[in-house]
């Protein structure tokens, strides 16, 4: 594996894999990996010749009152975690190399961002969209891979791939799960053991949305009222919001069919999660 820091670096690695006909495949995080980034690598090695991993915590998707400061890094774990899955370049830049001085051009997401996670962290896509901009412009990758945890900006960056002709393929891999359905994120860290009891309420919920589906309920009401029924055993879970909506645009739906996304953000303690499931596949 190599570990670039660079602009320069990284470009000059680049060139040399397009000359040697490589097909470059890219995996954008913020570190503090799990098995939901590695899932990604695989992903990536089976879609790509040479795999890219950025780690970088971007602050410009964090709002003032958000955990940028607390967030959880741990590089030197991080470094063996992707040499073990054989990443090819490890691309770790700096604030200061992503965000020169007098940097203030940033990309700015449109409607599907005005709902869901974009009430309540304004400004967040904006900055997610910009970086993930930067580094298709760095990397030049052939195929880029996200979870599909974070839902909305994998349908935010699939929309800026589009409306901005980038030329590169976005693949989007399911979330990755603890045995007990508590979706992998790098903020599970943060929970308490009894926190994490409590958190099992969000795939508990999306659980019972999906088999509800299943059994013929179509009633995006009463599939929310479902959810908010088993959320009640848990006290400890603060919900945020609800959605019920396309998959494609995130518009609400009033009646569910099989291009519905159910999608949960709550807090559990003082950690923010957030989860979905596409009620015609479940969990």
Do not use: C
Not at 7 to 23: C, D, F, H, Q, S
Not at 30 to 40: T, W
Not at 186 to 204: I, K, T, V, W, Y
């Amino acid at each position: 594996m190599i570990e670039l820091a660079t602009i320069p670096e990284l470009r000059e690695w680049v060139r040399a894999a397009r000359a040697r006909g490589l097909r470059i495949g890219l995996v954008p995080t913020m570190g503090a990996l799990h098995e939901g980034h590695l899932a990604l690598v695989d992903a990536a090695h089976a879609g790509s010749d040479a795999v890219v991993m950025s780690i970088f915590v971007n602050p410009t998707q964090f709002g003032p009152h958000e955990d940028l400061s607390r967030y959880p890094r741990d590089l030197a774990r991080d470094r063996t975690l992707v040499a073990a899955r054989a990443v090819d370049v490890l691309f770790v830049p700096s604030v200061e190399t992503m965000y020169p001085a007098g940097a203030e051009v940033r990309v700015m997401p449109g409607r599907v961002a005005t709902r869901w996670e974009g009430e309540f962290r304004p400004g967040h896509f904006a900055g997610v969209l910009t970086i993930v901009a930067k580094l298709f412009h760095l990397v030049a990758p052939d195929k880029a891979w996200f979870g599909q945890k974070d839902f909305q900006q994998a349908t935010l960056i699939r929309q800026m791939v589009r409306d901005l002709d980038f030329p590169v393929d976005i693949e989007v891999v399911r979330t990755v799960r603890e045995r007990g359905g508590l979706a992998l994120s790098s903020r599970n860290a943060f929970l308490s053991p009894a926190d994490r009891e409590q958190a099992l309420g969000l795939s508990r919920a999306l659980a019972a949305a999906a088999a509800a589906f299943a059994s013929g309920e179509r009633g995006a009401a009463a599939l929310e009222r479902i959810m908010r029924g088993g959320l009640a055993v848990h006290p400890g879970v603060e919900v945020e919001y609800i959605a019920v909506a396309d998959q494609r645009t995130l518009e609400p739906v009033s009646s569910a069919d099989e291009d519905t996304v159910v999608l949960i953000a709550a807090r559990v303690g003082l950690t923010r999660l957030i989860d979905n499931v596409i009620l015609s596949e479940g969990l």
